[in-house]
């Protein structure tokens, strides 16, 4: 079974050469543990801190060893009384083909007649994270005028058809005209701004909303965050969910220019990890299966083939590769 491990921490942009495709011998599964050959895994931005030996709220991935992420596979051999081969199971065991553990590091995925794929993405941690920073930590209420980043990927794209779902102004923003199309016509925005193509944000953001915004869903930090708050209406709320344009940045010269707004706006700026707020699962699942059977959902994902791929589907995150969900699929 390959498998991608880490060989080096990068420093700035990660490169190829700092990941390496290893190759292990699976023993049969132990009393106790399931055999997984996995058929998804998802890359997400924020593994770009794990590479980093810094301290956060997961440990660094170790160098020389296989990187770990969201998966879906298929148990092929149980030694365990709960799990029977053929079942579809959700792990932190991705970055590999396969893979042997302990029955209770893997769960059972019920798909409700979903795509298996969908709950890395839409129905999974992403669309998780945009319904917890909207509706509970930016406090989302009747009137807000939404502008949201990283529009066209896989938390934006769920940010901007909750905020329409229930009847807001979205303003959204995102790399490129395709993803400006998509996101206006697939998605709904009222606005969309393609940040590639204008000199001055803060500009395109004001003539987009001219009363102002109530709510930023943040996903890419830096000239993004200052527009924001260029923009906001007093007591404006932020849901500070991600940074993105900021995690390969060295070293970090300064922070957000216009921060002095949030004084004189009286702005309510709150940072969240998804993971801190998995209380709010099962109201998710529950409108989101809602929404979807009214079908009020549409989602895109971005595929990558082969393990071999993962460090490119990766690294394509930072260059703006996916719209929708960045997948990979293993053979
Ligand atoms: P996306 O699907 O949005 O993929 C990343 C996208 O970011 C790219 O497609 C690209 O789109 C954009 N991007 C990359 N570099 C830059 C840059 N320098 N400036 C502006 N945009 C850039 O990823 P996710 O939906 O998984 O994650 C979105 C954000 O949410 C990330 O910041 C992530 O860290 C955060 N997150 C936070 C969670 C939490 O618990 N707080 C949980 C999950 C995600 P484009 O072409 O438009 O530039």
Known sequence: SREIRLKNRPVGMPIADDFELG???????????????????????YMRGRMND??????????GAPMQGDAIGEVVLSNDPSFKP?????????????????????????????????????????????????LHIAGLREGDVVFVSGAAGAVGSMVCQIAKLKGHKVI?????????????????????????????????VAMAAPEGIDVYFDNV????????LANAKTFGRFALCGMISEYNVASPQNGPRNLLMAVTKSLR???????????????FAKDLATWHAAGKIKWRQTVFHGVEQAPNAFLGLFKGKNIGKMLVKLS
């Open 23 to 45: 190759t292990v011998e699976l023993p049969k599964p132990e009393a106790g543990q399931v055999q997984v050959r996995n058929v998804w895994m998802s890359v997400d931005p």
């Open 269 to 283: 700026l709150q940072g969240f990890v998804v993971l801190n707020h998995l209380n709010l699962q099962p109201a």
């Open 221 to 228: 930090g830096g000239d993004h965050l200052d527009a924001a």
């Open 86 to 134: 053929g079942d579809l199971v959700q792990s932190m065991f991705g970055w590999r083909e396969a893979f042997n553990a302990s029955a209770n590091k893997v769960r059972k995925l019920e798909t409700h007649g979903l795509p298996a794929e969908a709950f890395l993405g839409v129905a999974g941690v992403p669309g998780l994270t945009a319904y917890v920073g909207l």
């Open 172 to 204: 959204a923003s995102a790399g490129g005209t395709e993803k400006a199309a998509f996101v206006r016509n697939e998605l709904g925005a009222d606005e969309t701004i393609d940040y590639k193509a204008v000199a001055d944000l803060t500009g395109a």
């Open 54 to 63: 810094a301290r956060s709220y997961v440990p660094p991935f170790a160098l």
